[in-house]
Nanobody
Framework: QVQLRESGGGLVQPGGSLRLSCAAS????????MAWYRQAPGKQRELVAS???????NYVDSVKGRFTIARDNAKNTVSLQMNALKPEDTAVYYC??????????????WGQGTQVTVSS
């Protein structure tokens, strides 16, 4: 069984920074792409940033230059460094990873989500 667990959310003032972390655990054989999504109240979930197994990163336009996604393949982790945060970044952030477990094929796994609130 594979699990993703996020940490690092919280309340921050506009202009501040937060770092989200996500650790994959369980019967993992291989991990391909990893990503961060977010969902604000009343809005659809959107892809914020993604990173391939080779380290190529992509970002939604609204966070380019402010957010940085990174992964540690040895530790099966992915992080999201968020700087210059704005109130519109307020959302529940979800970690996602395309994982092949030792018992099943490839499957897109999700974390439980962590709340990020940007407010003065």
């Amino acid at each position: 069984q594979v699990q993703l667990r996020e940490s690092g959310g919280g309340l921050v003032q506009p202009g501040g920074s937060l770092r989200l972390s996500c650790a994959a655990s369980g019967s993992i054989f291989s991990i391909n792409g990893m990503a961060w999504y977010r969902q604000a109240p009343g809005k659809q979930r959107e892809l914020v940033a993604s990173i391939s197994g080779g380290g190529n990163a992509n970002y939604v336009d609204s966070v380019k230059g402010r957010f940085t996604i990174a992964r540690d393949n040895a530790k099966n982790t992915v992080s999201l460094q968020m700087n210059a945060l704005k109130p519109e970044d307020t959302a529940v952030y979800y970690c996602s990873a395309y994982i092949r477990s030792t018992s099943t094929g490839w499957y897109n796994h999700w974390g439980q989500g962590t709340q990020v609130t940007v407010s003065s």
